[in-house]
């Protein structure tokens, strides 16, 4: 089963202002229009059968309805992994979570920098510790700034990692976006057992040469597609991640698969 991670997709009455900012805080231009119905038809386009849609909340009134959107999703679309939220300004989240597991949903979004918070903020503690036998985390890390100045980096997400064994995580960007030799150092050359990689947002910004020594710092088995969707297409994602990182048929298909044992490793296989 080939898996897309690290998808995005907004209500059709706010798609259009979504995709206007992500164009302008990262100056991009976004590949989808940020609906479901794009998302999806790209997806079948490029022969992915999956795709994880990703909900973070960027402010704590905003958890309920991004996890009912989710939900939503989920619930209409055989095709979507939809992954709820957390902030920790949320007063109420142990009930928030035991809500979105008996709804089903997987795992746990987490944004820092779009959010709001730091990820090392002690309020995050007390959630890792309820969330970690139920839920898979995807948590964004990096940006274009030093670690120590960055709500998210490798070494905070290294922290967590230790402090939290059985906690599950996913980071973003192959352990950090514009951090990449950070991430090598500090999340290279170790097989954490709680630890993934995502291949989102990556490419248009390194080397061939740069890609492939990333790909060689980390567990081949622990790495998973993502497209970071509406910014990228799936089907010129696929196409650059092999080319530049000079993948075979059958490696970049162990990439786009992985994501369909850690699922199965972590609940119900995926139907």
Not at 227 to 232: A, G, I
Request: aromatic content about 10%; proline content about 6%; glycine content about 6%.
């Amino acid at each position: 089963m080939f898996i897309d991670i690290h998808t995005h997709a907004f209500h059709p009455k706010i798609a259009y202002k979504a995709v206007d900012h992500l164009n302008n805080f990262y100056n991009v231009a976004c590949a989808g229009d940020g609906t479901i119905d794009h998302l999806l038809a790209r997806e079948k386009h490029a022969g992915v059968d999956k795709c994880v849609v990703l909900c973070a909340a960027t402010a704590p009134a905003q958890v309920i309805p991004a996890n009912n959107y989710a939900m939503s999703l989920q619930k209409a679309h055989a095709e979507v992994i939809g992954f709820g939220t957390l902030h920790p300004g949320y007063a109420n989240w142990e009930a928030e979570l035991q809500r979105i597991k008996a709804a089903g949903l997987r795992g746990l979004k987490l944004h820092p920098d779009f959010q709001g918070f730091w990820l090392n903020d002690p309020r995050l503690l007390p959630i890792f510790e309820a969330a970690q036998k139920d839920f898979i985390f995807e948590i964004h890390i990096g940006d274009n700034i030093s670690p120590e100045k960055n709500p998210s980096c490798p070494y905070k997400l290294a922290a967590i990692l230790d402090a939290f064994p059985d906690l599950t995580i996913i980071a973003a960007h192959l352990g950090g976006y514009r951090m990449w030799e950070h991430a090598m150092k500090v999340l290279g050359g170790r097989r954490r057992e709680n630890l993934w990689f995502d291949t989102s947002s990556v490419t248009p910004f390194v080397t061939p040469e740069e890609l492939r020594a990333l790909l060689a710092a980390f567990p081949q088995e622990r790495l998973l597609f993502g497209t970071d969707w509406p910014l990228y297409d799936p089907e010129e994602e696929l196409e650059r991640l092999q080319r530049m990182a000079g993948l075979d048929d059958a490696r970049l298909e162990a990439v786009m698969s992985n994501a369909e044992r850690l699922f199965a490793a972590r609940g119900p296989a995926l139907a």
